[in-house]
């Protein structure tokens, strides 16, 4: 190293080089001579460091390609170019050794050049003036906004576009049940209505206070959360004009350049899988447009030694880390296990393979771990790689990841076996050590902690209801015994509301002794507008017709617009069994995204969003079935 040679020997301060914009005085860079030397150091350390690395590195094109079959069918177009998209993973040591050697000492000889190159340019840079300096700087920063706003507007590759079927309609027939599905419609303008008035551009709304209100899960700034949550409702209901307020200010405002650090999972689940049903439905392409770069920068959170990705994302920096309640550091199974549809969507509509290979390689290393009792643990290590404390729930952190073990088949116009395998065995287990039936008769599912089962269900869990209906075609011979146990589950979470004054359920409830689905703790009796039992219910109505699902699905309309509606929209309560409820002031997204739009499906023909043509990510956002006998071409005026 000769750098040390350029050192300045004298004591003389160099007045300091202003290379901040005239614009922002406060902020100016400086950067002094002397500085500028140990920068030089360290940028010639760092290239040497890289170089010498090369020779370190493991041959990548001694390692087969990653072959998971399924691409084909969810990704046709990625594949028909793959030679050409991804030349490099298609190398396999053999026969073409020569080439390879050839190949590596071009790559040395380019580093080199690239080296040598870099002092080169570092030594002239320091000969100029400030001036000069600071116009390159400018340049720099110009280029760099062009490129941006280039990559912003680049058409993202044309690809088959789903048969879209039924994303208007749905009018029933029967004239009570019209008018219910109006009322529904109404709830929802009233919300929408109080948020664009009070909270417009802010993450959720304060009905009482009529302010804006966010929580850690969006990070610090402001992303209209439900602005992106409610689109789809808004649209299946035809509100069109409240709709294209929405896409205005998605186009013109939603920025994910910020320096927040959000949960990869909420993002995924309410933004991604938003922006990408809006996208389908309307073929706005603006929602998928905004749904990749928010993608982008999800990306960061995969780098961790396991593949397994951080609970938060900074998503400027691209910083993860995991949330510090978390057990021994882990990762969340319902977190990383919940991006499976969103991500294949992506990569279909991008023809980039990246964001597949992200969520396969978490099922694939899913599959290598052993399970206790075939359960699969709420915590994973994503530095070690292996599970935290074994506590096992169908409740909060574990739900949705079986959720989408079964849509992933279902999306895959179920081809994809190795994700119905895995729902298969991973429900069998649940239902040997978590499912009981009380003293009473009603069925419910516990959760395996410390090595017992704790006789406690959360309203989170009552999802399952409607999950274990929905995968009761294509069980293994038991189809008739799943959709029993959904309505088994659905009966339970009817009782929960049935048993509190409101009619409205608990956050958890308790089956202990004389106590039968009731909450016992204080911290468990609010009711935050959640949708699980009424999912399961319009799932339970969809299988079955019986209109018991109707009629409980209206008394629990009914309870949240007794309860829960204010002037200012919708808030939870902080207690069902009161008959003088307090309010919590709070009117989360997924009450605009998922309670009103099972509600309205619930009092809709089944032509509305048929569940052979689409799948409803853990947020409700419909995404259609993937499967090119199912496909026509973008653009065409008939899709549409
Ligand atoms: C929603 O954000 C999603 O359904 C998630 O999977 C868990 N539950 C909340 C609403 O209760």
Redesign the pocket.
């Known amino acids: 190293m000769t750098a040390p040679a350029l050192l300045p020997l004298s004591g003389r301060r160099i007045p300091p080089l202003n290379l901040g914009p005239p614009s922002f005085p406060h902020h100016r860079a400086t950067l002094r001579l002397s500085e500028k030397f140990i920068l030089l150091l360290i940028l010639s350390a760092f290239i040497t460091l890289c170089f010498g690395a090369f020779f370190f590195l493991p041959d990548s094109s001694k390692h087969k390609r990653f072959d998971l079959g399924l691409e084909d069918v969810l990704i046709p177009h990625v594949n028909a170019n793959k030679g050409a998209k991804n030349p490099g993973v298609f190398l396999i040591h053999g026969p073409d050794e020569p080439r390879h050697r050839e190949e590596e000492e071009r790559l040395r000889n380019k580093i080199r050049a690239d080296h040598e190159k870099a002092l080169e340019e570092a030594k002239e840079k320091l000969k100029k003036s400030r001036e000069e300096i600071r116009a390159e700087i400018q340049t720099e920063k110009n280029k760099v906004v062009l490129e941006m706003k280039m990559k912003e507007k680049k058409p993202l590759p044309p690809v088959p576009i789903p048969n879209l079927s039924g994303i208007n309609g749905g009018d029933p027939e029967d004239n009570d049940i019209r008018m219910k599905r109006e009322k529904i419609k109404e709830m929802m303008k009233h919300a929408w209505d109080n948020y664009r008035i009070y909270g417009w551009g802010h993450n959720e709304l304060r009905p009482i206070a009529k302010k804006g209100h966010s929580t850690n899960i969006f990070g610090s700034s402001q992303m209209g959360a439900t602005i992106v949550d409610a689109l789809d409702t808004l649209y299946i209901m035809g509100l069109h004009d409240e709709f294209r307020d929405g896409q205005k200010w998605i186009e013109d405002s939603l920025d994910f350049s910020v320096n927040s650090e959000v949960s990869v999972f909420e993002v995924n689940?309410r933004f991604i899988g938003g922006l990408l049903a809006a996208y389908y439905l309307s073929g706005e392409e603006i929602f998928k447009i905004k749904a990749v770069q928010l993608a982008e920068k999800l990306l960061p959170a995969f780098n961790t030694p396991t593949g397994i990705p951080w609970a938060m994302v900074n998503l400027k920096s691209g910083v993860g880390r995991n949330w510090g309640w978390a057990s021994a550091g882990s990762s969340i199974l319902a977190e990383f296990g919940t991006l499976h549809m969103e991500f294949v969507h992506l990569s279909y509509l991008t023809g980039d393979p990246v964001y597949y290979k992200k969520v396969m390689h978490i099922r694939k290393l899913l599959q290598k771990m052993d399970r206790p009792n075939g359960l699969y643990p709420n915590y994973l290590n994503p530095r070690t790689g292996r599970w935290g404390q074994y506590h096992t729930s169908v409740g909060g952190l574990g739900?949705?990841f079986y959720e989408y073990l079964l849509k992933a088949w279902l999306m895959s116009d179920k081809t994809d076996l190795e994700a119905r395998n895995m729902y298969d065995d991973a429900i069998e287990a649940i239902e040997k050590h978590l499912i009981k039936k009380s003293r009473g008769g009603l069925t419910f599912i516990g959760e395996w902690k410390n090595g017992h089962l704790e006789k406690k269900m959360g309203h989170?869990a009552c999802f399952a209801g409607g999950m274990f209906a929905l995968g009761a075609d294509g069980s293994r011979n038991k189809a008739g015994h799943y959709l029993e146990l959904g309505a088994e589950i659905a009966r339970t979470c009817h009782e929960s509301y049935d048993r509190t004054a409101l009619k409205l359920g608990p956050e958890s409830f308790k089956f202990d002794g004389a106590v039968e689905a009731v909450a016992v703790r204080q911290a468990e009796k609010y009711y935050i507008l959640?949708?699980?039992v009424i999912e399961t219910y319009w799932y339970l109505w969809r299988f079955t017709h019986d209109p018991r699902y109707r009629q409980w699905g209206w008394e629990a309309a009914l309870a949240i617009e007794k309860y829960c509606r204010v002037s200012g929209g919708f808030s939870g309560v902080k207690d069902v069994y009161s008959s003088t409820p307090a309010h919590d002031d709070v009117q989360q997204s997924?009450f605009l995204a998922?309670t009103l739009k099972y509600l309205y499906l619930l009092f809709s023909g089944d032509d509305l969003l048929p569940l052979d043509h689409w799948v409803f990510n853990?947020?409700a956002h419909p995404l259609p079935v993937l499967h090119l006998a199912n496909t026509t071409l973008s653009g065409n005026p008939a899709v549409r």
Request: no cysteine; aromatic share 10%; glycine share 0%.
């Open positions: 689940i739900d949705s989170l959640r949708p699980e997924f998922e853990t947020e």
